[in-house]
């Protein structure tokens, strides 16, 4: 269930962000323009393959958070040639989370602030991925995972009923995706809400000079805080790291 969901929100990230012969166009001149890009500027996401912790270090992170360096735990992750940084502290915090269906527990909740997909891309590039999809771009979203749906219960891979559900699912996560526009910050930037199965997230995507990441801040319950630590995280980064 799991992988037909992720196969089909994948469908629609693609079919939204990509359309048609505009995905073969920009990926043949989007290498240039990133080689460009870099040439102009300097910064390459080469630079910082396993050492992103000199971008975000446990001094921004501590800075930011307000909270000891000694107690932070650090974390690391990588899947492909994408990493990822997290700094965790513990709390009081708990959160509501569905374990069966109708059925939930109180969580415990870690304070973190990470940093995530470190790459290089270009400002056209940037915005086109993170964009609020239309209302066309919805409904070629949503009829390419209606056919991926046939085409896997045709195949065998999943039951009618499956399919169905995780199509239901998927195109719920999609009425949650929203992006939002953050002025003053590196060339260009945005806060993107997504939601899949309950789980809700909030990441800041900052581009600055042909290099594009990810801050995501939990420190407390209130998205207007979190968002404002957020902000103040990849500002330091930019001006401490970047600039």
């Known amino acids: 269930m799991k992988t037909i969901l992720i196969a089909l929100t994948s469908i629609f990230l693609f079919a939204f962000s990509c359309e048609g012969d505009k995905k073969t166009e920009q990926l043949n001149g989007l290498e240039t323009e990133v080689i460009e890009s870099l040439e102009a500027t300097g910064l390459k996401a080469e630079d910082f393959k396993g050492k992103i912790d000199e971008l975000l270090t446990l001094e921004i992170a501590a800075q930011v958070s307000g909270l000891p360096a000694t107690e932070a735990e650090k974390k690391y992750s990588k899947f492909s040639s994408l990493e990822n940084l997290k ?126 990441f990810t801050i995501r801040v939990d420190l407390s319950d209130d998205v207007q805080s979190n968002d404002k630590k957020a902000i103040e995280t990849a500002k330091m980064v930019i001006d401490q790291k970047l600039k």
């Open 87 to 212: 700094y965790e502290w513990n709390s009081n915090r708990t959160k509501k989370v569905e374990f069966m269906k109708g059925k939930f527990i109180e969580a415990p909740i870690k304070n973190t602030i990470e940093l995530s997909w470190v790459k290089n891309t270009t400002l056209e590039q940037f915005k086109h991925d993170y964009h609020n999809p239309t209302a066309e771009e919805i409904k070629k979203a949503e009829e390419a995972m209606n056919k991926k749906m046939t085409e896997l219960n045709a195949e065998g891979k999943t039951t009618e009923e499956q399919a169905e559900t995780a199509s239901n699912v998927a195109k719920e996560s999609i009425s949650k995706f929203k992006v939002e526009e953050v002025p003053n910050l590196g060339t260009y930037s945005v806060f993107v809400d997504s939601g899949i199965m309950g789980v809700t997230t909030r990441d800041l995507k900052v581009f600055y000079k042909g290099l594009s």
